[in-house]
């Protein structure tokens, strides 16, 4: 199972807002909506952000926001601040029963 | 309140085996989804097994057939058995509760700390 695919770095100012994407198959992303994103800072266990595509966990900023296209989940930050820098990463159920991660993409605020 | 806390990383040979234990609190293991999730030094995050909350246990391909995922109800902790250990094994593993109730792997709300295995000579 290949990993999902997300952008390696994506950056924006403070105030903007960004989007991630994360592109998988017909086989994990495209039919199932259980896709999640989580926030990863240095040396931490990674956050979870956002589930089953477009739910957010209770005390995670209305900033955060999911969505999904056909193969391609996406997360939107709104209103970017200095403590979203870190890492993101989307993962998938996949049609074998496993899970998939995206290869993980690194938030920079300018 | 929740907690999860991982122990056992230590640095392994080649060939060798180690076991990987998660105390859990403020839940019950047996009633829910829990999984292990390994990261390289370095590297993103990768899913490894999941035992269902009636016994079922899957791998990914790269672990399968090395490792083995169990539970101690009794003590309320999860374990991974790893043998066979290799160089491309060594990572910060992981214990994470998957919030859902569907059968599936479907998102983690808990994370431990993380333990360090390293495989080496």
């Known amino acids: 199972q290949s990993a999902l695919t997300q952008p390696a770095s994506v950056s924006g100012s403070p105030g903007q807002s960004i989007t991630i994407s994360c592109t998988g198959t017909s086989s994990d992303v495209g039919p199932y909506n259980y896709v999640s994103w989580y926030q990863q800072y240095p040396g931490k266990a990674p956050k979870l952000m956002i589930y089953e595509v477009n739910n957010r966990p209770s005390g995670v900023p209305e900033r955060f926001s999911g969505s999904k296209s056909g193969n391609t989940a996406s997360l939107t930050i709104s209103g970017l601040q200095a403590d979203d820098e870190a890492d993101y990463y989307c993962?998938?159920?996949?049609?074998?029963?496993?899970?998939?991660f995206g290869g993980g993409t690194k938030l920079t605020v300018l | 309140e929740v907690q999860l806390v991982e122990s056992g990383g230590n640095l392994v040979q080649p060939g060798g085996s180690l076991r990987l234990s998660c105390a859990a609190s403020?839940?019950?293991?047996?009633?829910?989804?829990m999984n292990w999730v390994r990261q390289a030094p370095g590297k993103g995050l990768e899913w490894v097994s999941i035992?269902?909350?009636?016994?079922?246990?899957y791998y990914a391909d790269s672990v399968k057939g090395r490792f083995t995922i169990s539970r101690d109800n009794s003590k309320n902790t999860l374990y991974l058995q790893m043998n066979s250990l290799r160089a491309e094994d060594t990572a910060v593993y992981y214990c994470a509760r998957d919030g859902g109730v569907r059968g599936v792997i479907d998102y983690f709300d808990y994370w431990g700390q993380g333990t360090l295995v390293t495989v080496s000579s």
């Open positions: 993962s998938s159920y996949t049609a074998s029963s496993t899970l998939v």
């Open positions: 035992i269902y909350s009636g016994d079922e246990t």
């Open positions: 403020g839940f019950s293991v047996s009633r829910n989804y």
